[in-house]
């Protein structure tokens, strides 16, 4: 199934660009759609087997790829043109949930739960939490040798938690996973800090081991296969490891804390290699432009999963009744919370913060959650004007 999926998209995007590459003409999705019914009869073994809709949502994917592409020209950043999908390249095929798949279908088995995928049958599931809402859209993804079976619902109704009486405000970081502006018991210690579980650092030995067995194999080779597969095996566990703190984390701020400020973060942003530096006495030669610590930190703060973890406080937040105000993180660690002076020279190192004017001293990162609570915290009282 997803062979022939990937084969869908792939003929799509040649379709694309043949059609502006010959004649200038741009094909939109609705005119790959309506071509669907003639592919599934002339193809009645292949394509035929699957479920029209899901072939339609496998479409659409390719179209938003092509509207990110001009999004992006636009914009004036790299552009990424959509390629090509080889066969480790495309693990997921969406369905309409009633139209091509159908989600416990099988009412008769009380203790386990089918999902049925048209053209495949009936899929016995592990499911490891019950569904709440309706069911509205069903993904079948593959990760290595595992598949996941991820379900989209609507009409979820929200859990309220009750008041905690606790405003937090959070500051991201790498030397910390995040800090506090004040400590909350279990979560952090005793000066606010949530420690940073490093998951890369902790499986890099191993990773480095298996890039290194995988350079030494030859191209084609089953040796190549597994030692690619050991490779995979490595990010999918620290990328499950990262998700499972993320969510823990989350869910701890959310039963403390009724109001949680953060900074609004933009990670692609900070995480851009920086420009070269041409030497302008010697043609083709290049200064120093600091990339390898630059290489370094961008490591860290995609180690640290930021984008993953707030965008899951945010949701857990909503489904409980909490509020995330997100504030612009500008001056937020160089103003002291005492007399508002604001100054790159209150932060004495990467730790410590002293006021120039006032003397305040303070952890440089709990200042800065100090500073994210407050303008959160005035943010709200404006939009509540």
């Known amino acids: 199934m997803l062979d022939d999926h990937r084969g869908l998209y792939n003929a799509a995007l040649q379709e694309r660009r043949e059609a502006y590459r010959r004649a200038g003409v741009s094909i939109r999705y609705g005119e790959q759609s309506a071509q669907l019914k003639e592919i599934r009869a002339a193809d009645a073994q292949g394509q035929g087997r699957w479920s029209f809709t899901s072939q339609q949502q496998t479409l659409r994917r390719l179209n938003r790829a092509f509207e990110a592409f001009f999004r992006r020209v636009k914009a004036g950043q790299k552009p990424g043109y959509p390629r090509f999908k080889g066969r480790g390249w495309f693990d997921t095929v969406t369905f309409v949930e009633g139209d091509g798949a159908k989600w416990d279908s099988q009412p008769h088995h009380p203790s386990a739960t089918f999902v049925r995928l048209h053209g495949i049958g009936h899929l016995k599931v592990h499911q490891h939490r019950p569904i709440a809402g309706r069911v ?20 979820v109704s929200a859990r309220p938690l009750p008041p905690s009486g606790r405003q937090v405000g959070l500051d991201m970081g790498v030397v910390h996973f995040a800090s506090l502006s004040a400590p909350i018991d279990g979560l952090t210690d005793e000066r606010g800090h949530i420690p940073h579980p490093r998951y890369r650092l902790t499986a890099e030995r191993e990773l480095t081991a298996a890039q290194q067995a995988y350079a030494r194999t030859r191209r084609g080779s089953a040796r190549r296969r597994k030692a690619a597969r050991r490779i995979g095996k490595i990010h999918r566990k620290v990328a499950r490891r990262r998700t499972d703190h993320a969510h823990k984390t989350a869910l701890a701020l959310v039963r403390a804390a009724d109001v949680i400020t953060v900074e609004d973060l933009r990670i692609a942003n900070m995480t851009k290699s920086p420009a070269p530096k041409p030497d302008p006495d010697q043609a083709g030669v290049f200064l120093s432009n600091g990339s390898a610590a630059k290489a370094g930190l961008n490591k860290n703060i995609l180690d640290a999963g930021w984008g993953v973890f707030l965008a899951i406080l945010t949701n857990k937040a909503e489904s409980a009744g909490r509020e995330v105000i997100s504030v612009n993180p500008r001056d937020t660690s160089r103003t002291c919370p005492i007399c508002g002076h604001v100054s790159g020279e209150n932060r004495k190192t990467q730790a410590d913060f002293v006021c120039v004017v006032c003397g305040h001293a303070a952890n440089a990162d709990v200042v800065a959650a100090s500073n994210i609570l407050r303008a959160g915290l005035v943010l709200r009282d404006a939009r509540a004007v």
Not at 136 to 155: F, L
């Open 136 to 155: 509205k859209q069903i993904e079948v993804k593959r990760e290595g040798s595992r598949w996941y079976v991820i379900v989209s619902c609507d009409e």
